[in-house]
């Protein structure tokens, strides 16, 4: 009997998820403001200059179906 071992397989950083989710979906930056509220905060949580607030975090699992669990991590 063969033995498996298990690495645990660390969550991705919120940011990364975005983009990621983005790239699969071949999604604009332009739809992706939409979702977030405006340009200019799209511009500044894919920088990292501003977190993302709740209401963020609930559109993009209900829109991008990106998990709340690697959303709500600190980064």
Do not use: W
């Not at 969550?11 to 990621?20: C, D, L, M, Q, S």
């Not at 930056?29 to 200019?40: A, N, V, Y």
């Not at 209401?55 to 980064?75: D, H, S």
């Amino acid at each position: 009997m063969k033995k498996f071992l298990h690495f645990p397989i660390p969550k991705p950083n919120p940011i990364e998820a975005i983009k990621f989710r983005m790239e699969q979906r071949n999604m604009s930056e332009s739809k992706l403001s939409k979702i977030l509220g405006t340009r200019s905060r799209k511009s500044e949580i894919l920088s990292g200059k501003r977190k993302l607030s709740l209401t963020m975090i609930r559109n993009l699992r209900e829109k991008l179906n990106i998990p709340a669990e690697v959303l709500i991590q600190l980064y």
